[in-house]
Each structure stands twice: as structure tokens, then as C-alpha cells.
């Protein structure tokens, strides 16, 4: 289980630009489509390659992270992207042996 966000985001992104510059990864960002000014300012303002990045708030239990190919890859390659360790980010949980529960804190 990811325990400090931050980290794993940034050793993630790092990782990936070493493989190829044809990928962007970024957290998804999402916006209230009820704000009409809210809305229009995204489709006015970001570069369109940004909306690639945004989802509306009905969907922002999800957290999802994505990875954007800038060009088409080859169905048989692989992102493997080589995050090293992971202590500092990341906690072992042994599901058979304690219980766990989770929140959305």
C-alpha cells in the first residue's frame, strides 16, 4: 500500500522519463462540471494535451493516476518502469495473517 503519495508519484514520474519521452504520467485532477465558469475556463485555458488529466468531481473517488502515450506505441511494449526501492513510500501488508481496513481519508 502507498504510504506517502508524493514519493511515489515523483520516484514514478522519474522512472518513466527514463524509458521514453513518448509518456506523460500525472495525476488525474478533477474539476466540478456544475461551475459553469469552473468548466469553461479548463476548456479555454490549458493546453489540450492537459485534458487528457481531468475527470469531474462525481468521479474523484476513484484517484487515479495515468499514463499518456504522446504518440502510438506498440501494443507489445510494455511500461515497465523501473522504481527501485520503495521503503520510504510503501508498506508490505500481509492480508492472510492481519486484518486491514481502509479509508479515504
Known amino acids: 500500500m502507498v504510504s506517502d503519495l508524493p514519493i511515489f508519484e515523483t520516484k514514478l514520474v522519474d522512472a518513466c522519463s527514463k524509458i521514453t519521452s513518448d509518456v506523460i504520467p500525472n495525476r488525474v485532477l478533477y474539476y466540478d462540471e456544475s461551475n459553469q465558469i469552473e468548466a469553461a475556463d479548463l476548456l479555454k485555458d490549458i493546453d489540450k494535451g492537459q485534458l487528457l488529466f481531468y475527470k469531474r468531481n462525481r468521479y474523484k473517488d476513484q484517484r487515479e493516476f495515468r499514463f499518456v502515450y504522446k504518440a502510438n506505441v506498440p501494443k507489445q511494449r ?14 508490505k501488508i500481509d492480508l492472510v495473517h492481519q486484518p486491514v481496513t481502509f479509508s479515504l481519508a
Do not use: A, F, Q, W
Open 78 to 91: 510494455g511500461l515497465e518502469p523501473p522504481l527501485g526501492d520503495l521503503s520510504d513510500c510503501v508498506m
